[in-house]
């Protein structure tokens, strides 16, 4: 398709689980952003690629969140040792362009993470 | 710091209406201002942005925002209601001072009523 693709929609752990979710951005987006979204609170950014480098992390939580875009698409986020309170929405999104978002960003529908 | 207020977490207008969404700001220099919209099962979609320029800004679907700097404010309007307007809606703000991702409100439910 021609939008972002998140996948999985859904995905159910256990604490204490590994976990990834993929992100495959518009093609020829440069610029790769991962937000995520707790109950009824806005999108929070966690992460900014642009191209195979993280241009800003800033706003992972901890040491146990990490993304990777090892060729400058596909992009994946990873939560090691899941804690509850990781359950979110987590939203990636794609832009064309440097040096800020000053066009719009095209989100994904999401990827529904719920920690037992 | 940045930072963003959405006042009002449910916005009720009969369908015909005109609809206002409040949204004000605070960021360090100039802001870079945008409004998203997120329809149940959806991801969320860009509305409109202000960078520089007229104050006034139109985007899609017949809304438009309009920058107010002394009031740093940033209100989402709509002349004439329709019931697919329903959804909720972001505010977000970006500053010029190099930052790469955007602020974004909590959010306000928006339901137009037949």
């Given at each position: 398709?021609?939008?972002?693709s998140q996948t999985?929609?859904n995905k159910?752990?256990?604490k204490g ?12 987006h ?17 992460i ?5 480098g993280?241009?800003?992390d800033?706003?992972?939580p901890n ?9 400058g698409?596909?992009s994946?986020?990873?939560i090691?040792?899941t804690?509850?309170?990781?359950s ?9 362009g440097?040096?800020?978002?000053t ?14 | ?9 449910q ?13 004000t700001y605070?960021?360090s ?16 979609q ?7 320029g007229?104050?006034?800004v ?12 002394s ?12 019931v697919s307007?329903?959804a909720?809606?972001?505010c ?10 955007l ?12």
């Amino acid at each position: 398709g021609a939008g972002v693709s998140q996948t999985p929609s859904n995905k159910v752990t256990e604490k204490g689980k590994y976990v990834e979710l993929r992100c495959d951005p518009i093609s020829g987006h440069t610029a790769l952003y991962w937000y995520r979204q707790s109950l009824g609170q806005g999108p929070e950014f966690l992460i900014y690629f642009q191209g195979t480098g993280a241009a800003d992390d800033s706003g992972l939580p901890n040491d146990r969140f990490f993304a990777v875009r090892p060729e400058g698409s596909v992009s994946t986020l990873k939560i090691q040792r899941t804690e509850r309170g990781d359950s979110a929405v987590y939203l990636c999104a794609s832009s064309l362009g440097i040096g800020g978002p000053t066009g719009e960003l095209f989100f994904g529908e999401g990827s529904r993470l719920t920690v037992l | 710091a940045q930072s963003v207020a959405q006042p009002e977490d449910q916005v009720n207008v009969a369908e015909g209406n005109p609809l206002t969404v409040k949204c004000t700001y605070s960021v360090s220099g100039n802001p870079y201002l945008f409004w998203y919209v997120q329809y149940p099962n959806r991801g969320l979609q860009f509305l409109l942005k202000y960078i520089t320029g007229d104050n006034l800004v139109k985007g899609s679907y017949g809304f438009e925002a309009e920058f107010n700097k002394s009031q740093t404010s940033f209100h989402l309007k709509k002349p004439s209601a329709l019931v697919s307007d329903s959804a909720l809606y972001f505010c977000a703000v970006s500053s010029r001072a190099g930052a790469n991702n955007l602020f974004f409100g909590t959010g306000t439910r928006l339901t137009v009523i037949p």
